[in-house]
């Protein structure tokens, strides 16, 4: 799932290197995924708008593409760390 490595690398790269992954199916036709990590913390709003490059980010590129491809996207700040919750439906 290219959403999921997409926020697991920047756990990697920007959260301290190590976090929690969560992978459920949730309802009849959802998959839904939670990763935390204990890094600095970002918001929602460093997700860039455009894609990446577009308006000069050169940064946010997994978020962005999280963002575009899922059918839900949370980002969830912490007093240390975030969470990042996401989900995808399919047809049976």
Do not use: Y
Not at 31 to 36: D, F, G, P
Not at 51 to 79: C, E, F, M, S
């Amino acid at each position: 799932m290219v959403a999921m490595d997409a926020v697991a690398g920047n756990v990697v790269q920007h959260g301290g290197g190590h976090g929690l992954l969560v992978l459920a199916r949730a309802h009849c036709h959802e998959l839904r995924c939670r990763i935390s990590d204990r890094g600095p913390g970002f918001t929602a709003e460093a997700i860039p708008d455009l894609a990446v490059g577009i308006n000069g980010a050169g940064h946010g590129q997994g978020l962005w593409l999280t963002r575009l491809i899922t059918d839900d996207l949370t980002v969830i700040p912490k007093a240390v760390g975030t969470t990042v919750v996401f989900a995808m439906r399919w047809n049976r």
